[in-house]
């Protein structure tokens, strides 16, 4: 009969377990098919750009929409592997080791993001030379989440290049690995986008998809013959946008610091390089990490206390263990109002615990006793429960502590201070001269052949499709 119980909670577990990774996956894919219409809509975008800074921004996104929907799907074969995995390892039925304790998870935020620049004496303090222009950006990955800060136009004219947004991971272990990728477009580099208007409605009609592609292509053949009026859309007239990976490096837990370091940067280019930047060679940043045992509660409950030095005198409190403290209230509604607690009970790395059980014949509650030492002087404060499950789940949840305090180290010594990133608003330069959706307004059709044909699209609803997309792009993002 207790072998029959066994099987059934760890098939009850196996069931929760599949259903969790069936949750996880579906919020996954539907990360992956948000990514695949933003792509989309990137592509959109760089096939109407008129103007360079558009087309950078356009690029840009595109890279960081690739990157995103590589790592989705990596992290979704992942978790298929290990369904598989777990399906065709040991059965429910076999014994073995218990589980193993896991670290909990927590924030990591970098801010502050400074990356100094090392041009000649000539050019920075002669200003002699061409005055070249960079467009660069940073790519922030960390698991399967990637971030990216806003696109930075640098010169001779910057010492470094400077961040001002703070880029948060709600997601993370200690062991997480927080990997900086500076990219970088020379301005003055020549693209790959052409101003033949068949070359762009070959990539409008790859990027919307067979029917609609079928309809620009139609709509495109029709135009040379009909005599209609047609919607004109701009077509290029400067060359596309490269990036080129500048620099890396990998940040980790050590890192973690609540003030400003300087790390080392691993370049990736040369001076021959045409995208090459005078890199000093490190990145300046504030990288702070908040484990969730430091922010969130991890138990609480009604408990006799037994102060130091008061042996005969207990206490009936209601006990919170949040971070470093269990918080001693007189009252639940004192600690959900955030009333100053009675007092608190220190925890840390060199607290002892110990627990004992009901003594029948005394008739002694369970007990707990949590001991800290202050120079030569000893403190023990003793904790009394009414049952043995809520024994056992103080025990828990002091050793559950414990644990995360020696993988997430020294981010347990105080609360971190963690930066609310701000909203991010569209790129300056289309904050001044308007979105694409704005410059693609209806105008008449141009001689054929001219200096400034452009692209004839009869169809109406290929032209709503694409003005709701370029209109609603950046709120999106």
């Known amino acids: 009969m207790q072998d029959r119980l066994h099987i059934l909670e760890d098939l009850n577990m196996l069931y929760i377990r599949q259903m969790a990774l069936s949750l996880e996956d579906t919020e996954l894919q539907r990360k992956l098919d948000h990514e695949i219409r933003m792509r989309e809509g990137a592509c959109k975008l760089l096939a109407a750009c008129s103007q360079r800074e558009q087309a950078l921004e356009a690029t840009k996104s595109l890279l960081v929409c690739n990157s995103r929907i590589l790592s989705y799907m990596g992290e979704l074969q992942r978790r298929k592997e290990a369904q598989v995995l777990g399906k065709t390892g040991r059965r429910p039925s076999d014994s073995g080791p218990p589980a193993e304790r896991s670290p909990c998870r927590g924030r990591v935020c970098i801010s502050d993001l400074r990356i100094p620049l090392m041009w000649k004496d000539t050019e920075y303090f002669k200003n002699k030379g061409d005055l ?5 950006f940073l790519l922030l990955q960390l698991g399967e989440q990637i971030q990216d800060t806003e696109m930075i136009l640098v010169d001779r004219t910057l010492t470094d290049i400077s961040f001002q947004n703070s880029v948060l991971f709600t997601e993370a272990g200690p062991d997480f690995e927080l990997r900086l990728e500076l990219y970088g477009a020379c301005m003055e580099e020549e693209g790959a986008l052409t101003g033949a208007p068949k070359r762009l409605a070959t990539k409008l009609s790859s990027s919307l998809g067979r029917s609609s592609g079928r309809r620009v292509r139609a709509s495109l053949d029709s135009a040379g013959s009909s005599g209609g009026s047609p919607i004109l859309l701009p077509t290029p007239a400067v060359g596309g946008p490269r990036y080129h990976l500048l620099a890396h ?13 300087t790390h080392d940067l691993t370049l990736a280019s040369h001076e021959e390089n045409p995208a090459w930047l005078p890199l000093y060679g490190s990145v300046c940043c504030r990288l702070a990490a908040q484990p969730l045992c430091m922010t969130q509660p991890s138990a609480s409950g009604s408990l006799r206390v037994q102060q130091a030095g008061e042996r005969q005198c207990w206490t009936r409190v209601h006990a919170v263990l949040k ?82 305090m020696s993988q997430w180290k020294q981010c347990c010594d105080e609360i971190m201070r963690i930066e609310t990133p701000a909203p991010r608003k569209p790129p300056p330069v289309l904050a001044k001269q308007g979105s694409l959706y704005h410059e693609m307004v209806l105008s008449e059709p141009l001689a054929s052949g001219g200096p400034g044909e452009g692209l004839l ?13 370029l209109s609603s792009y950046y709120s999106d993002r």
């Open 132 to 136: 070249h222009r960079w467009a660069v």
């Open 249 to 261: 490096t990998v940040l980790t837990l050590a890192a973690v610091q609540d003030g400003f370091r």
């Open 323 to 404: 971070g470093t403290s269990i918080f001693c209230y007189r009252r639940p509604e004192d600690a959900d109002a955030g009333q100053e607690p009675l007092f608190t009970i220190a925890i840390n790395k060199e607290t002892r615990v110990r627990a004992g059980e009901l003594d029948h014949a005394s008739g002694r509650p369970f007990s707990l006793s949590i001991s800290n030492w202050y120079g030569d002087n000893e403190v023990t404060h003793t904790l009394q429960t009414e049952s043995r499950e809520a024994l056992q789940s103080w025990r828990e949840a002091l050793w559950q502590l414990f644990f995360d």
């Open 457 to 469: 699209l009869h169809d109406n609803a290929i032209s709503a499709e694409i003005q709701a997309l």
